[in-house]
């Protein structure tokens, strides 16, 4: 009955039904035909499914990345990385990518970091001689960075299904974020020296004068993850007071600093918002509904114990969960993705002795991988959108920087010490 449900789930998925109410159809079927309990459960269960503080962090932080895009944090983030690398040979590219991850790290969201950098920096990336293909390929890998360098919505709803440390999530993603970070960037200088036109075109000298002008003019941005994160490491406020933080402080630096956010705005602001949020928050609702069927038919156990019997080596656990990954990242949302898959497949993991936040941390990145690996990468539909180009052509354009990413994630997880190496420094 358990099989038939799933099934049922993946062929309203698979149709077009969204995801939430795909997960409410077929547990609500499980419900019907089992008469286990009634159907007064399902509410109960939902609301039980939201009721968590963590979770209060997730609609905080969309409204911090909100309101960070209008107040021209972009473009002074933009402006600052290239004054600062802009005289690199390829420096443009250079800039895009750093300035996809100083973005990530203001909104922890791929498609707006591609909507917010994308719309700036792939028409100055044509002008300077990269095609149009590859500029939106750049931009969709680089806004993958956006779930995994701290803060992560993605790493908080993982915290919160598999009872994980998210501080120490956030903690562990900073390298990873890096790496990935540098890797996009060796990429872009491979294009650079094939090509002279982006070798040499438009290349800025540098000025100490302009990087210190610029640097004023974007402290504003610069301090808001230090702040964020340095608040939550050193202990003075949990991640979801330091989303409260982020938004008192986003709205001061856009209305009085900047001036970019005006009071009659707000409202949008909020209603889109809460739109993204209330997205999020119904999938979590309705996958509670799955979690406790899947705890009271003991699916959950079932499904790790016959794994076990031909899964018995890490390596062999490793190579199957990434496969794993990689082809639901790119089918699946990423929340409900989260939520379904993780407590059946992890606990399988930490029995052959890997590290839970190791585990944690991989599953997030695959599924993150996701955001740029068609069919469905958001933000591949998002590059999209912004550029014109039909989706094939889009994925031309993310060939190169993908396949370095898909490798990272490999490094990633048979090199565990590069994910735990910040967070057994930081204890």
């Not at 399988?348 to 740029?372: A, E, K, R």
Request: charged share 10%; aromatic share 8%; glycine share 8%.
């Amino acid at each position: 009955m358990v099989s038939m449900m799933f099934v049922v789930m993946l062929i309203l998925i698979l149709i077009g039904v969204p995801v939430a109410y795909s997960i409410l159809g077929a547990g609500s079927l499980f419900l019907i035909l089992t008469n286990i309990k009634p159907l007064l459960l399902i509410p109960q269960r939902m609301t039980t499914g939201l009721d968590s503080f963590p979770l209060l962090a997730v609609p905080l932080f969309i409204l911090v990345g909100e309101l960070m895009d209008r107040g021209g944090i972009s473009k002074r983030m933009i402006n600052w990385a290239e004054s600062l690398l802009g005289w690199v040979s390829g420096g443009l590219g250079i800039v895009t990518i750093v300035s996809c991850a100083m973005f990530a790290a203001l909104t922890g969201s791929g498609p707006a970091t591609v909507a917010a950098i994308g719309s700036i920096m792939i028409p100055s990336l044509i002008k300077n001689g990269y095609s149009i293909k590859t500029s939106a390929g750049m931009v969709a890998a680089g806004g993958a960075l956006g779930p995994i360098i701290p803060p992560s919505i993605p790493m908080i709803i993982y915290g919160v299904t598999m009872s994980l440390s998210i501080p120490k999530m956030f903690i562990a993603g900073i390298i990873p974020g890096l790496i990935l970070m540098l890797l996009l960037i060796v990429v872009n200088a491979f294009i650079s020296l094939k090509n002279p036109e982006v070798r040499n075109k438009n290349r800025k000298k540098f000025s100490l004068k302009e990087l210190l002008i610029n640097t004023w003019k974007a402290l504003g941005a610069l301090l808001l993850p230090v702040i964020i994160l340095g608040g939550i490491y050193s202990g003075i406020f949990t991640p979801t007071e330091a989303a409260a933080v982020g938004v008192v402080y986003s709205l001061i630096i856009g209305i009085f600093i900047y001036k970019e956010i005006k009071i009659k705005e707000l409202p949008n602001s909020l209603v889109k918002s809460l739109e993204t949020a209330a997205m999020v928050d119904i999938i979590i609702a309705a996958a509670n509904l799955l979690s406790w069927i899947m705890s009271t038919t003991g699916i959950g156990k079932t499904i790790t114990n016959i794994s076990a019997s031909f899964i018995n080596s890490k390596t062999t656990y490793l190579i199957v969960l990434m496969i794993i990954l990689f082809i639901v990242g790119a089918l699946m949302d990423t929340v409900a993705a989260i939520i379904i898959i993780a407590p059946v497949i992890v606990p399988l993991g930490i029995q052959l002795g890997l590290d839970s936040l190791h585990l944690g941390m991989i599953f997030v990145i695959n599924l993150v991988i996701g955001y740029v690996t068609p069919p469905f990468g958001y933000n591949l539909f998002t590059a999209c959108s912004i550029t014109g180009l039909k989706f094939n052509e889009i994925v031309k354009g993310v060939w190169p920087f993908l396949l370095i990413e898909i490798a990272a994630v490999f490094l990633f997880a048979f090199v565990p010490e590069i994910v735990l190496f910040l967070p057994n420094i930081i204890k």
